[in-house]
């Protein structure tokens, strides 16, 4: 099973509209990353929410971490055409403060914004 | 722009054939990865190296042979492949593995290798 699982596979809408995605974990994690990748291309880092914060914003990006439900959200707001990407979430798996050195992704969101 | 740089963009080789990967990044990484992506499924970790060290292998077959030459450089030496083995392979690189924390990677754009 993976690490981490997105919701939803797919989401369309339209410009001007918000985009949720929310990523569920198993495992104890040290922090939670969110990338962006066009299409057959390389991965773009968003933001980084480590396991003691809660909330995290960048630009038009709001992140959320729940470690007692092992989830995560990811919020873009007054979404753009050019925010059609896949989106992942990737865990820094650790335990007791140390990382197990390595990111492992999730299943990924395909967002797709109509202009 | 990617400061991770890539090479060949695009990989056509029969199973026979021998070819390698490179990926250079002039950041001061100490810390380098391979993963392997195929189409609509999410990157998979293959090696992780730590300060020219190899410190992760997630159970690759040995027909994948990874080598970091110095801190700016990874190579991915290919042998008798199996067109499954067909897919983009993505470096990253982040500034180091200090035991506590992974950060932010930094991909390069990818190799797409197609075996036949």
């Known amino acids: 099973s993976q690490q981490g699982e997105e919701d939803p596979q797919a989401l369309s809408i339209q410009e001007g509209e918000n985009a949720t995605m929310n990523c569920s974990y198993k495992?104890?994690?040290?922090?939670l990353q969110w990338y962006r990748q066009n299409s057959g291309r390389g991965l773009v880092h968003l933001i980084l929410i480590r396991s003691n914060e809660r909330e995290k914003h960048s630009g038009r990006l709001r992140v959320t971490l729940d470690t007692s439900k092992k989830s995560s959200s990811l919020l873009i707001t007054a979404s753009r055409a050019a925010d059609t990407a896949s989106y992942f979430c990737a865990t820094d798996v650790g335990a007791g403060g140390t990382s197990y050195g390595k990111l492992t992704f999730g299943q990924g969101t395909i967002l797709t914004v109509h202009p | 722009d990617t400061e991770v740089t890539q090479t060949p963009k695009h990989l056509v080789m029969g199973m026979t054939n021998k070819k390698s990967l490179k990926c250079e990044q002039h950041?001061?990484?100490?810390?380098m990865y391979w993963y392997k992506q195929k189409a609509k499924k999410p990157p998979e970790l293959m090696f992780v190296?730590?300060?020219?060290?190899?410190?992760i292998n997630e159970s690759v077959p040995s027909r994948f042979s990874p080598e970091c030459p110095n801190s700016s450089l990874l190579n991915l030496h290919l042998h008798a492949l199996q067109p499954e083995d067909s897919a983009l392979y993505l470096c990253a690189s982040s500034r180091d593995i200090s035991g506590t924390t992974t950060g932010e990677l930094f991909f390069g754009e990818g190799s797409r290798l197609t075996v036949l």
């Open positions: 495992t104890s994690i040290n922090n």
């Open positions: 950041m001061g990484h100490r810390a």
């Open positions: 190296y730590s300060y020219e060290k190899l410190s």
